[in-house]
């Protein structure tokens, strides 16, 4: 596990772009399982937080916390706001490393199982985000990313039991749920970020 300080303004940025590159996938996603907002949210939250980062003083996570926690509407916005704000205190009260992000991380998921009373099984960002997390505090971004991205594609296979996707039940089924994903192109982007030359799947890939 790397000890570098973590560049949350090139995951900011990093994160945005692959969320606006893959913006109409996220919204079919969503389509499949929601009201097709998911993708429209989280592209309109990131270039928020791109915005406010560049005026400062917020850097990367801090920007995204406070964008998604007061701005961004839907399910998903408040919660990834609880993920961001958590990840950004514990990168400004430690050394920024890979165990102070994944304090944060972990302390993220814990707000949002709190708040959202979500658990792994149910067909939400859970489901990616926890499996990162574990990944992470053991073996670094890389395999936090790898793990988020499978536990993205498990959803596929679940039935929905929280949000707007649990009226669906079974036709939830056969894509994977848009929140997970949107965690895995998070993770995706942190582990570019911190472990350049690291082999990292593309969430969105073959998918478009």
Not at 61 to 78: I, N, R, W
Not at 150 to 160: C, F, K, N, P, V
């Amino acid at each position: 596990m790397t000890d570098q300080p973590l560049d949350q303004d090139a995951v900011l940025t990093r994160f945005a772009r692959a969320v606006t590159d893959g913006h109409g996938t996220l919204t079919d996603l969503d389509q499949h399982s929601g009201d097709g907002d998911y993708g429209d949210n989280l592209r309109a939250g990131v270039r928020l937080a791109v915005a406010l980062a560049q005026r400062g003083p917020q850097r990367g996570f801090g920007a995204l916390g406070e964008v998604f926690l007061d701005e961004v509407g839907g399910t998903s916005g408040p919660l990834l706001g609880l993920l961001f704000s958590e990840v950004a205190r514990a990168l400004a009260h430690g050394p920024a490393d890979a165990a102070s992000f994944a304090a944060g991380a972990r302390a993220g998921l814990t707000a949002i199982q709190r708040v959202g009373e979500a658990e792994v099984g149910d067909r939400t960002m859970v489901d990616a985000l926890a499996p990162a997390v574990t990944a992470l505090g053991r073996d670094g971004y890389a395999a936090a990313a790898a793990a988020a991205l499978d536990g993205a594609e498990r959803t596929a296979d679940l039935s929905a039991r929280h949000g707007r996707a649990s009226y669906l039940g079974d036709r939830a089924k056969g894509a994977p749920d848009p929140g997970a994903v949107g965690v895995a192109l998070l993770f995706a982007a942190v582990a570019e970020v911190a472990e350049p030359g690291a082999e990292v799947a593309d969430p969105l890939a073959g998918r478009s």
